[in-house]
């Protein structure tokens, strides 16, 4: 079952809590991210897509924007703790849930702690990633941020929320093959840099150690080994805190989950926990064509035309792209900073979709280049695999701005489409077995 898209909202107290669910299995599970989160976001992002994903195959996952960040209503004091452990009671109210498993991810973490000491007979389970009972240093808790170095942690949340640089900094996994961009608008979309440096310099002001011996729940903490915000001290001081607490520690050092390169294992891990086995992604093979393009010198119009001009670009790249695609009965599988991936139920329509959307850019001074691909595809999640994925890549490399360059097998397939086709020969395709016959479609 796809996520829902549909964002709702909980009263707490008269603060507006948005919350949205995944799947309808018979765990209840309860999610909440830290400051840097936005539902709308979070269900339309491809990997956080294909993250979230997982939990549908075993639950029904709520996922909700904590007070003060994304689509739930601002603060702009620290209220008591427990007004936050109303707004997950409210949540759980919302959607009818009597007793979840509850996730949380770095701050949110403490919520969920507290929550579960609060409320054990509503806790089946707890899980930390990346979390700490306290983010500040103190004489017997070393692990936290000394005062001045918080002072700096704020200041640049401050001067560069918005821009990618905070996030990319918690995620150095994340800009690999992506860019910035992308955490850039989900700082955009968690809230203005007053309002991030604002609730950061309040979660620094959160102990919830006391909290930690009531946790009576099954609880896995998990952590990241080089995650320097959120240094390993933290983990091991909630395992030798919380009765029974199992650990699991994951290589890298991606602060967020959906992140981290070992998501996988990450919610391997999570599902063996809450259900007692692990069971592999949703699989699937079947015939598809995928369709890869990019913007010609990218890296020199981004120097020319400076960040902010060429965010612009890229913004209008997308929403060119995403609607081409619709049109066209594709599936926009995911975005690579100056180009995409998509794929099509019919290899005439890729390549008529990649040409219009060439069409359209251009004008704009963006002259893109596209391959495309027909063949057996393996289908895990959201994401896709197989050799034709990379055979589409290959040849999408080949091509020379403003062309769209197909397999053999497309040119073969779309006969009486009415599209020309001119054979450039065979081409040795970098990590595929075989040269490939490539042509021009015109």
Request: hydrophobic letters at 45%.
């Amino acid at each position: 079952m796809a996520p829902e898209r549909t964002v709702h909202y909980a009263d707490s107290g008269g603060l507006q809590i948005a919350y949205g669910t995944i799947g309808d299995g018979p765990l209840d599970i309860l999610m909440a991210f830290e400051w840097a989160a936005n539902l709308d976001w979070d269900l339309n992002d491809v990997r956080m897509n294909r993250f979230l994903q997982r939990f549908s195959e075993y639950g029904r996952l709520t996922v909700f924007d904590m007070r003060g960040v994304g689509l739930s209503d601002p603060v702009e004091s620290l209220p008591p703790l427990e007004n936050w452990v109303d707004d997950v009671r409210a949540v759980m109210s919302a959607v009818g849930s009597e007793r979840a498993a509850l996730i949380g991810h770095g701050h949110a973490a403490q919520l969920c702690m507290l929550f579960a000491a609060m409320h054990p007979d509503q806790t089946a389970a707890l899980i930390t990633i990346n979390g700490y009972a306290r983010l500040r240093r103190a004489p017997d808790y070393p692990w936290g941020f000394p005062p001045e170095a918080a002072e700096v942690f704020i200041n640049g949340i401050t001067e560069g929320w918005g821009t990618g640089v905070p996030l990319g900094v918690l995620n150095p996994g994340w800009n690999e093959g992506l860019g910035p961009e992308r955490l850039a608008r989900l700082e955009r979309a968690a809230g203005s840099p007053r309002r991030a440096a604002l609730k950061q310099r309040l979660v620094f002001d959160i102990d919830v150690r006391d909290v930690l011996p009531a946790i009576a729940a099954p609880t896995l903490v998990i952590h990241t080994r080089e995650n320097w915000f959120a240094r390993l001290g933290h983990a091991r001081y909630l395992v030798d805190h919380i009765a029974g607490a199992r650990y699991l520690e994951l290589s890298g050092g991606d602060h967020s989950p959906w992140a981290t390169e070992n998501a996988d294992e990450l919610s391997d891990a999570m599902e063996e926990f809450l259900t007692g086995t692990k069971g592999a992604p949703a699989t699937d093979r079947s015939l598809m064509t995928v369709a890869f393009t990019d913007i010609v010198g990218s890296t020199e119009m981004a120097a020319d035309l400076g960040d902010r001009r060429w965010r612009s670009l890229l913004e209008i790249h997308e929403s060119v792209s995403r609607e081409q695609i619709d049109s066209a009965r594709g599936r926009l599988v995911k975005l690579t900073g100056d180009g995409l991936m998509a794929t099509f139920d019919g290899p005439a329509r890729a390549v008529q979709c990649m040409r219009s959307i060439g069409d359209l850019l251009e004008p704009l001074g963006l002259r893109i280049r596209a391959g495309v691909h027909t063949g057996e595809v393996e289908t895990i999640g959201n994401d896709i695999g197989g050799i034709a994925v990379h055979v589409a890549a290959r040849i999408a490399a080949l091509a020379s701005a403003g062309e769209v360059l197909t397999s053999s097998t497309v040119r073969d397939l779309v006969a009486g489409s009415g599209l020309v086709f001119e054979d450039r020969g065979e081409q040795s395709l970098k990590g595929v077995p075989d040269p490939w016959r490539v042509f021009a479609a015109h």
